[in-house]
């Protein structure tokens, strides 16, 4: 069972940054990916990335601002955000999918998740 703590929310500006982290205990996922919730909104996603070779599907709403990366040795996954807007305000999640549901995909679906971190607040004002 993969136990999955995120870091680095905080509050930022507009037109700021902000790298949020994944760290991945317990197991060695082949897929991590970002969600987030907007106060009042439906959990979206914003990436999911296999873990071997960081190919990556996006949200259009953060793919030319928002770039991924990773520390293997680490089971870290990092996003970084740049360019923040009002509307990246959020509760971001990290999650891995489970293998006999996902099929061994790696995408933006979020039935597919069986294991979610905590979250953590990112506020952008």
């Known amino acids: 069972h993969v136990q999955l703590v995120e870091s680095g929310g905080g509050s930022v500006q507009p037109g700021g940054s902000l790298t949020l982290s994944c760290a991945a205990s317990?197991?060695?996922?082949?897929?991590m990916a970002w969600f987030r919730q907007a106060p009042g909104k439906e959990r979206e996603g914003v990436v999911a990335?296999?873990?071997?070779?960081?190919?990556?599907i996006w949200s259009d709403s953060v793919k030319d601002r928002f770039t991924i990366s990773e520390d293997k040795a680490k089971h870290t996954l990092y996003l970084k955000m740049n360019s923040l807007q009002p509307a990246d305000t959020a509760i971001y999640y990290c999650?891995?999918?489970?293998?006999?549901?996902?099929?061994?995909?790696?995408?933006?679906?979020?039935?597919?998740?069986?294991?979610w971190g905590q979250g953590t607040q990112v506020t952008v004002s």
């Open positions: 317990g197991d060695s996922p082949y897929c």
């Open positions: 990335a296999y873990t071997s070779s960081l190919n990556a």
């Open positions: 999650a891995t999918p489970n293998f006999w549901v996902s099929h061994g995909h790696c995408r933006l679906i979020e039935s597919e998740y069986s294991n």
